[in-house]
């Protein structure tokens, strides 16, 4: 089956720094979601980005299917961006999502 | 919208105890997921179903139970609970047009521990 890595497994950033975080997947996949898992557990869609480069104000991604990545940039890091960035892709056998292992991120103020 | 809602948010059973967690959708999605979360890790797929009366396994199905009467709607059922259990337990949903995909949305999320 598909595997799906990200790094780094942790980051640790003062308020204000730009990060770049990183999902690799080992197929071809159809289509790929970025997810923020708060503090409080709650998951929230940041982008569905099955190709190209998409920006939503301090975020952007950026896909790139034929070499089997995405990039999840912060910019300007907040103390709101902490908790854990998830990487999915969807499996073509049931459209499940195949989740990677996460990158926690702590922004400290 | 309310979007994908679950119910309840925590509980804690006993060994051997049952529930149903219950999740609805107001999007009119066909397709319907349940995933559980253990700490650390990423989510892995429980169940799904495709359209009311379809459902089928995931990668975790052991221990677990689910029907589809209608679209709104996908309880998990547990039966027997295991202290393997505890866990959090999402519910997501999407729609799917031919082989279109689209992204799916979660619930909150379900707490769950078994003593």
């Known amino acids: 089956g598909i595997q799906v890595e990200q790094s780094p497994p942790d980051l640790i950033l003062q308020e204000g720094a730009n990060s770049t975080l990183r999902c690799n997947f080992s197929d071809s996949v159809n289509n790929l979601q970025w997810f923020h898992q708060n503090p409080w557990g709650q998951l929230i869609n940041l982008f569905y980005i099955p190709s190209g480069t998409k920006q939503n104000g301090r975020l952007s991604a950026t896909t790139v299917a034929t070499e089997r990545y995405s990039l999840l940039y912060i910019s300007s890091s907040q103390t709101t961006d902490s908790g854990v960035y998830f990487c999915?892709?969807?499996?073509?056998?049931?459209?499940?999502?195949?989740w990677g292992a996460g990158t926690k991120l702590i922004i400290k103020p | 919208n309310a979007g994908v809602t679950q119910t309840p948010k925590f509980r804690i059973l006993k060994i051997g105890q049952s529930m149903t967690l219950q999740c609805t959708q107001d999007?009119?999605?066909?397709?319907m997921y349940w995933y559980r979360q253990d700490p650390g890790m990423g989510l892995k797929l429980i169940y799904y179903s495709v359209g009311a009366g379809i459902t089928d396994k995931g990668e975790v199905p052991n221990g677990y139970n689910v029907s589809r009467s209608t679209t709104e709607d996908f309880p998990l059922r547990l039966e027997l609970a295991a202290p393997s259990q505890t866990s959090v337990y999402f519910c997501a949903s999407s729609y799917l047009s031919g082989s279109a995909y689209n992204e799916q949305f979660f619930g909150p999320g379900t707490r769950l521990t078994v003593l």
């Open positions: 999007m009119n999605h066909n397709y």
């Open positions: 999915a892709v969807v499996s073509d056998s049931n459209y499940q999502l195949i």
